[in-house]
């Protein structure tokens, strides 16, 4: 049997990548409140650490003018109308602020020659309301997200942040409209703990790992998104998922759009800078849902480099100093896991699974919200795994970065103040319960026959690449619906070979697989529902956006293996929507 | 390509000692010796255990000895290695579980050198101006992902497991020389100490070990001198 421990905190944050960070940060800076963060990997191998281009706010510092309310038009344009611009407001009025608080916390952005924080392009940010590119994306060479993770990580030991590292939450206690607390595995041992809270807060991340060509971690397989949906809590615009245009080819590893940003060009078999064709105004710097089907286009029609299934992006004409100095992390990976140089020679890149933009549904201040909008008490959501929603229908770069420390900040904010006035709610008997028969049970196929969680992994990955990617048609997506139900009954069936308790990483991965699958039957049965085209979301069957009928969000609950669709209006202020030419 | 991975296994619950399991398939030359890796928890033996993440020389997960060198598994290509690939976890610290070390105390050395931005003044409204040229100069070691690839290819680290060891001293390295920190005074102090810099023979091991080539010796050498500096 698994032993149990049991804590008690104030305040609970699941997740140590940047958004997690910043509301740990905040939590401990009101000083009075018992903080813990609980996270399955060492704070510093969180997969903010990858982000490589940069954060949007608009500074104005390169010589050109830009405003708040141009980042806020370009954030709307960009989530093809449907981000809610009451959230869009809050993240773009405040992002200057948080980049500015960021600097002092010591984080070691480029400079300009004047001593400022540098900034570069990157696509969708324009000046006066869609007219040009503006340099807004704030970096650190091509490493920004390396510095944020460091400097809040920095920050946290600074203000004496309690972490327990390598913990996995593998349940939430929510009970009649509340979160009391989790259920988190001890890796290095096996034991189960239970940690009560008056204020929970889920920073868990993307779940890019549902498909087979990713940028994402291997770690990314979006816990807390199936973990709140397993206890009735809904999810929110789970169809829109982007996918970035340049990943490296078959590997996915990013390569940042600050690399078009600092006039990189994308290329067909003919050498053509094919974008001109389909966005004539911002050419590479449209954004990624036009650039990435435009790439799926040139491919379709023969296009790819000797017909196959990549194009090029050609960063030659930057010259060597600005790709050692700016892009120096890019010239790396592509000397060595490709073996070309990037200075001389054009880089292979295919469309790769990026950025979830749908997720836990929240208010400006993290909180988590229900199917009728009610509060769960106590229960907030941060970073890519919350969907507040300012990215709609199509997140622009750099604004994943403002958005994990705008509500990041916020959320701790709201927590700290939520705390003050709440009492710890009573948990039921044996909260780990449901935990430890699942793991138990799982535990006990150890060396039996079975399913392997790798091979319905394999096979999820390729089905939702081929059938729930960039082009989606009625067809594809219910042929998935149907492999999908299949998969999941296999991952009941998983049989593990680890029998031991400490690290038993055969266990976990088995665990995360069944998460996973029911993440990608989500994503299918909304992608499935929603009969037009917006932003990334396209359908082929239905090629245009119908406001009339879906300018709304998407809830998807899960009631009994099945996902109930519900909706919830767009917040509109200040821009109606329009149509969306780049 | 046929390669044979020799793996250090440790499996405290089933065995009390640990040795070599070989296993032997087919490659790309391409592939990631972490794809090797991942194909034999995957396909050939679940329990062989080890840490790994963002799969492309970011997070640090996976340092290991890969034929007797220091590196991260997901940043050398199976080609560059040969067919015959070694696998071992980081030398110097306790063994948890196969290829998995107890990471304690390489994080506690590393809290010692305060690693964190102190300036106690006021901020300005905007960001505080620093010159390129002042940025430069800690650039180089604001690279390191913590993957104690370093401190482990350390004999001073080996020998004495109370040196802080290089991966402490680049983070330690990366706030000295920002001009914008003022929090030097205590941190050269603490390196200083016996179990600071100059238990470091400048042997080079870390430089060669380090997967971002950060240029380590020269930066503990760097803060050997601000130390001598400061004190007179
Ligand atoms: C290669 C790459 C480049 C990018 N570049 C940019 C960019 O330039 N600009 C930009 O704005 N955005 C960029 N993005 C997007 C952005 O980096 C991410 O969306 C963002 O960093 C996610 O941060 P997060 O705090 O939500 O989660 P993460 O940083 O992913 O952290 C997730 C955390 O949750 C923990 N966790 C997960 N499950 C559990 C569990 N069950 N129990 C306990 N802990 C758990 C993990 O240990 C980890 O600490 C990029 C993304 C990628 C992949």
Same mark, same amino acid.
Request: some cysteine.
């Given at each position: 049997?698994?032993?149990?421990?049991?804590?008690?905190?104030?305040?609970?944050?699941?997740?140590?990548?940047?958004?997690?960070?910043?509301?740990?940060?905040?939590?401990?800076?009101?000083?009075?409140?018992?903080?813990?963060?609980?996270?399955?990997?060492?704070?510093?191998?969180?997969?903010?650490?990858?982000?490589?281009?940069?954060?949007?706010?608009?500074?104005?510092?390169?010589?050109?003018?830009?405003?708040?309310?141009?980042?806020?038009?370009?954030?709307?344009?960009?989530?093809?109308?449907?981000?809610?611009?009451?959230?869009?407001?809050?993240?773009?009025?405040?992002?200057?602020?948080?980049?500015?608080?960021?600097?002092?916390?010591?984080?070691?952005?480029?400079?300009?020659?004047?001593?400022?924080?540098?900034?570069?392009?990157?696509?969708?940010?324009?000046?006066?309301?869609?007219?040009?590119?503006?340099?807004?994306?704030?970096?650190?060479?091509?490493?920004?997200?390396?510095?944020?993770?460091?400097?809040?990580?920095?920050?946290?030991?600074?203000?004496?942040?309690?972490?327990?590292?390598?913990?996995?939450?593998?349940?939430?206690?929510?009970?009649?409209?509340?979160?009391?607390?989790?259920?988190?595995?001890?890796?290095?041992?096996?034991?189960?703990?239970?940690?009560?809270?008056?204020?929970?807060?889920?920073?868990?991340?993307?779940?890019?790992?549902?498909?087979?060509?990713?940028?994402?971690?291997?770690?990314?397989?979006?816990?807390?998104?199936?973990?709140?949906?397993?206890?009735?809590?809904?999810?929110?615009?789970?169809?829109?998922?982007?996918?970035?245009?340049?990943?490296?080819?078959?590997?996915?590893?990013?390569?940042?759009?600050?690399?078009?940003?600092?006039?990189?060009?994308?290329?067909?078999?003919?050498?053509?800078?094919?974008?001109?064709?389909?966005?004539?105004?911002?050419?590479?710097?449209?954004? &990624?849902?036009?650039?990435? &089907?435009?790439?799926?286009?040139?491919?379709?029609?023969?296009?790819?480099?000797?017909?196959?299934?990549?194009?090029?992006? *050609?960063?030659?004409?930057?010259?060597?100093?600005?790709?050692?100095?700016?892009?120096?992390?890019?010239?790396?990976?592509?000397?060595?896991?490709?073996?070309?140089?990037?200075?001389?020679?054009?880089?292979?890149?295919?469309?790769?699974?990026?950025?979830?933009?749908?997720?836990?549904?929240? *208010?400006?201040?993290?909180?988590?919200?229900?199917?009728?909008?009610?509060?769960?008490?106590?229960?907030?959501?941060?970073?890519?795994?919350?969907?507040?929603?300012?990215?709609?229908?199509?997140?622009?770069?750099?604004?994943?970065?403002?958005?994990?420390?705008?509500?990041?900040?916020?959320?701790?904010?709201?927590?700290?103040?939520?705390?003050?006035?709440?009492?710890?709610?009573?948990?039921?008997?044996?909260?780990?319960? &449901?935990?430890?028969?699942?793991?138990?049970?799982?535990?006990?196929?150890?060396?039996? *026959?079975?399913?392997?969680?790798?091979?319905?992994?394999?096979?999820?990955?390729?089905?939702?690449?081929?059938?729930?990617?960039?082009?989606?048609?009625?067809?594809?997506?219910?042929?998935?619906?149907?492999?999908?139900?299949?998969?999941?009954?296999?991952?009941?069936?998983?049989?593990?070979?680890?029998?031991? &308790?400490?690290?038993?990483?055969?266990?976990?991965?088995?665990?995360?697989?069944?998460?996973?699958?029911?993440?990608?039957?989500?994503?299918?049965?909304?992608?499935?529902?929603?009969?037009?085209?917006?932003?990334?979301?396209?359908?082929?069957?239905?090629?245009?956006?119908?406001?009339?009928?879906?300018?709304?969000?998407?809830?998807?609950?899960?009631?009994?293996?099945?996902?109930?669709?519900?909706?919830?209006?767009?917040?509109?202020?200040?821009?109606?929507?329009?149509?969306?030419?780049? | 390509?046929?390669?044979?991975?020799?793996?250090?296994?440790?499996?405290?619950?089933?065995?009390?000692?640990?040795?070599?399991?070989?296993?032997?398939?087919?490659?790309?030359?391409?592939?990631?010796?972490?794809?090797?890796?991942?194909?034999?928890?995957?396909?050939?033996?679940?329990?062989?255990?080890?840490?790994?993440?963002?799969?492309?020389?970011?997070?640090?997960?996976?340092?290991?000895?890969?034929?007797?060198?220091?590196?991260?598994?997901?940043?050398?290509?199976?080609?560059?290695?040969?067919?015959?690939?070694?696998?071992?976890?980081?030398?110097?610290?306790?063994?948890?579980?196969?290829?998995?070390?107890?990471?304690?105390?390489?994080?506690?050395?590393?809290?010692?050198?305060?690693?964190?931005?102190?300036?106690?003044?006021?901020?300005?409204?905007?960001?505080?101006?620093?010159?390129?040229?002042?940025?430069?100069?800690?650039?180089?070691?604001?690279?390191?992902?913590?993957?104690?690839?370093?401190?482990?290819?350390?004999?001073?680290?080996?020998?004495?497991?109370?040196?802080?060891?290089?991966?402490?001293?680049?983070?330690?390295?990366?706030?000295?020389?920002?001009?914008?920190?003022?929090?030097?005074?205590?941190?050269?102090?603490?390196?200083?100490?016996?179990?600071?810099?100059?238990?470091?023979?400048?042997?080079?091991?870390?430089?060669?070990?380090?997967?971002?080539?950060?240029?380590?010796?020269?930066?503990?050498?760097?803060?050997?001198?601000?130390?001598?500096?400061?004190?007179?």
């Amino acid at each position: 049997m698994m032993s149990i421990h049991e804590h008690t905190f104030d305040a609970i944050v699941v997740g140590a990548g940047g958004s997690g960070l910043m509301a740990a940060v905040y939590l401990a800076k009101q000083g009075s409140l018992r903080t813990a963060v609980l996270s399955k990997l060492y704070p510093t191998r969180s997969h903010t650490g990858t982000a490589q281009g940069g954060i949007g706010a608009a500074l104005g510092n390169m010589g050109e003018e830009d405003h708040w309310e141009w980042h806020m038009f370009d954030t709307i344009k960009g989530s093809d109308y449907l981000g809610d611009q009451d959230a869009i407001e809050v993240m773009c009025r405040e992002s200057p602020e948080v980049v500015y608080e960021l600097e002092h916390m010591g984080l070691p952005f480029s400079r300009t020659e004047d001593g400022r924080i540098a900034q570069r392009r990157f696509g969708g940010h324009t000046s006066n309301f869609g007219e040009a590119p503006v340099r807004r994306a704030c970096y650190a060479a091509d490493r920004t997200g390396h510095m944020i993770l460091q400097t809040l990580y920095q920050q946290s030991i600074k203000h004496d942040v309690e972490f327990f590292d390598e913990f996995q939450v593998v349940d939430l206690l929510i009970e009649d409209g509340s979160c009391r607390g989790a259920v988190a595995l001890n890796i290095a041992t096996g034991e189960l703990h239970i940690f009560r809270s008056k204020a929970l807060v889920l920073a868990t991340g993307g779940y890019g790992q549902v498909w087979e060509i990713t940028s994402n971690a291997v770690t990314l397989t979006g816990d807390g998104l199936f973990l709140v949906a397993r206890r009735g809590v809904p999810l929110e615009d789970m169809e829109f998922y982007q996918f970035h245009p340049t990943g490296i080819r078959r590997m996915g590893i990013l390569i940042t759009e600050g690399v078009r940003g600092e006039g990189g060009i994308l290329r067909n078999h003919a050498g053509e800078r094919f974008m001109e064709l389909y966005a004539p105004n911002l050419k590479d710097l449209a954004s &990624r849902d036009v650039v990435s &089907r435009a790439i799926y286009k040139e491919i379709r029609a023969g296009r790819g480099i000797n017909g196959e299934r990549y194009v090029h992006l *050609d960063a030659t004409q930057l010259g060597a100093e600005v790709i050692e100095n700016k892009l120096p992390e890019i010239a790396d990976f592509c000397r060595t896991y490709l073996g070309i140089d990037p200075v001389t020679e054009p880089i292979p890149i295919q469309p790769t699974a990026h950025y979830a933009m749908g997720g836990i549904p929240t *208010d400006v201040d993290g909180g988590v919200v229900g199917m009728q909008g009610e509060p769960v008490r106590g229960l907030y959501a941060i970073g890519e795994c919350a969907c507040v929603s300012v990215h709609g229908a199509n997140r622009l770069g750099t604004n994943s970065l403002v958005d994990l420390v705008v509500f990041g900040r916020r959320a701790g904010i709201a927590m700290a103040e939520y705390c003050r006035g709440a009492d710890l709610e009573p948990t039921g008997e044996d909260p780990a319960g &449901r935990s430890r028969e699942e793991l138990e049970a799982l535990l006990s196929t150890a060396g039996k *026959d079975g399913e392997n969680a790798a091979e319905i992994r394999r096979e999820m990955k390729e089905l939702m690449m081929d059938n729930v990617s960039v082009f989606r048609t009625d067809e594809l997506l219910s042929e998935a619906k149907v492999k999908l139900e299949e998969l999941r009954e296999r991952a009941d069936r998983i049989a593990i070979d680890d029998p031991s &308790r400490a690290f038993n990483l055969d266990l976990t991965d088995a665990w995360e697989t069944r998460g996973m699958v029911e993440l990608a039957q989500i994503t299918t049965e909304c992608a499935l529902n929603r009969t037009e085209s917006r932003g990334a979301h396209s359908r082929e069957d239905y090629p245009d956006r119908d406001d009339e009928n879906w300018l709304k969000h998407t809830l998807a609950v899960v009631r009994d293996g099945a996902s109930e669709i519900g909706y919830k209006p767009v917040s509109i202020t200040r821009f109606e929507p329009k149509e969306r030419v780049y | 390509m046929r390669v044979l991975f020799k793996v250090y296994r440790y499996q405290p619950e089933t065995r009390e000692d640990a040795y070599f399991d070989s296993f032997e398939f087919d490659a790309e030359p391409t592939d990631r010796v972490l794809d090797g890796l991942n194909h034999i928890k995957w396909h050939l033996d679940g329990t062989l255990t080890l840490r790994r993440s963002c799969q492309h020389g970011i997070c640090g997960s996976d340092a290991l000895r890969i034929n007797g060198v220091n590196r991260l598994a997901c940043k050398v290509l199976i080609g560059d290695v040969g067919s015959k690939i070694k696998i071992e976890p980081l030398m110097g610290f306790t063994v948890i579980k196969d290829l998995v070390v107890d990471m304690d105390r390489f994080f506690s050395h590393y809290r010692s050198v305060m690693p964190y931005f102190v300036n106690d003044e006021a901020p300005p409204d905007r960001e505080r101006l620093q010159s390129v040229e002042a940025r430069d100069a800690y650039d180089d070691t604001t690279k390191c992902i913590l993957c104690a690839a370093c401190t482990t290819s350390c004999p001073s680290a080996w020998s004495n497991p109370d040196f802080i060891g290089p991966a402490a001293i680049v983070q330690a390295h990366r706030f000295i020389f920002d001009d914008r920190d003022e929090g030097s005074e205590e941190r050269l102090a603490a390196l200083g100490q016996r179990d600071g810099v100059w238990r470091c023979r400048t042997v080079f091991n870390c430089t060669r070990a380090c997967p971002k080539e950060i240029q380590i010796t020269k930066a503990i050498g760097e803060v050997k001198k601000a130390i001598v500096a400061d004190r007179s």
